[in-house]
């Protein structure tokens, strides 16, 4: 009887054994992609690369040829615009260029893995090896265009900076300067003394320790102000235009007639004044009093075309002009060209630029 109930329990555990097999068949494994279809992807993606490729060759023969028309451009606004357009689409291209570094040194090791497969057939190896001389290609080809790219961007560079400056611009607070003398030693002069809505303005502003509040549109009333108030001015004015903005001294001021720059009020020289006599000589040293000289083309101060004032005189025909460099001008004018362009509709982005 016992040995009837074990052969029955073993009975039993194999068939519950087997039903569990039966209910319960083993997760099949995963499958790698098929050789083929993996060498037809790779294929694909070299093609898409080539296609690319071309694209970037087209732009880069289109800028090359809008380069060599733009000398033709009388207008140098104008023409300095395209260069910085040009250089806009340069440096787009050169970012496709990276992007197209990434993308191919991913694929370029896909395709060296996959050379490793011990199926491949002779014809498949082939094929993978000729998409490896593709991009061994293509990375000489970017190499060079970034080459060509960097040439032609710092020859636009060179191009610009020769450029001529502009003959007037106008400051952040207003003022309207004009261009004097002759090359190296040219110089931007206001064209009128600085007016006394604007002086008065930063006067207040400084004293209540606040920014001014600038008008596009001041009245021409000279602001009548010491040599003192008009060195502080011109501290302020550089530290708002980010640019050195001074007094001209007398050297400056003896030109301005002969570009019909003369001034309607007597103005500030940044020049000392020291006349040949020694009766006043003595007696500046002796009291420590330094005159500062003042330019009256129009003689409203006295019969004296130059004469000499104290620093904290001020009277109602007595102003200031402000100059700068010559590359004041040139930054302005190619600062407010940069941004015209980068406010410029951009072009909508294809998936080659992404």
Not at 149 to 163: A, E
Not at 174 to 185: A, E, F, Q, S, W
Not at 309 to 327: Q, R, W
């Amino acid at each position: 009887m016992k040995k009837t109930i074990l052969a029955i329990l073993a009975i039993t555990s194999l068939l519950l054994l087997h039903a569990q097999e039966v209910e319960a068949p083993p997760q099949p494994a995963k499958q790698e992609e098929p050789v083929v279809t993996s060498q037809k992807r790779l294929r694909e993606l070299t093609l898409v690369e080539l296609d690319k490729k071309n694209h970037r060759a087209r732009e880069a023969g289109e800028i090359a040829a809008k380069f060599k028309n733009i000398s033709t451009i009388q207008n140098v606004d104008l023409r300095i615009t395209e260069y910085l357009r040009l250089q806009k689409r340069m440096i787009k291209l050169q970012k496709e260029i990276q992007n197209a570094n990434h993308r191919q040194a991913d694929l370029a090791e896909e395709i060296r893995a996959a050379l490793l497969d011990t199926k491949l057939s002779l014809q498949e190896s082939e094929r993978l090896m000729e998409c490896r001389q593709y991009m061994d290609e293509f990375a000489r080809a970017q190499r060079l265009m970034t080459l060509q790219l960097k040439k032609l961007n710092d020859n636009i560079q060179g191009l610009i900076l020769k450029m001529p400056p502009p003959t007037t611009y106008t400051t952040r607070s207003g003022l309207k300067m004009r261009l004097v003398g002759t090359l190296p030693n040219a110089f931007y002069i206001s064209e009128n003394c600085v007016p006394d809505a604007l002086f008065d303005e930063v006067r207040t502003a400084r004293a209540l320790q606040r920014e001014p509040f600038i008008s596009a549109n001041y009245p021409n009333t000279n602001a009548s102000a010491s040599f003192t108030q008009a060195i502080a001015f011109c501290k302020w004015l550089s530290s708002y235009e980010f640019s050195n903005y001074i007094l001209p001294d007398t050297k400056q001021l003896q030109i301005l007639p002969d570009f019909n720059a003369l001034p309607e009020k007597a103005i500030w020289s940044a020049t000392v004044w020291s006349p040949d006599d020694v009766n006043y000589s003595r007696a500046a040293e002796r009291f420590g009093i330094k005159l500062q000289t003042v330019w009256d083309p129009q003689h409203l101060l006295s019969d004296l075309e130059y004469t000499g004032e104290l620093p904290d005189a001020s009277y109602k025909n007595l102003g200031f002009l402000v100059i700068t460099h010559v590359k004041t001008g040139i930054r302005q004018r190619l600062d407010a060209l940069v941004k015209a362009v980068n406010d410029e509709e951009p072009e909508k982005e294809t998936p080659e630029n992404k």
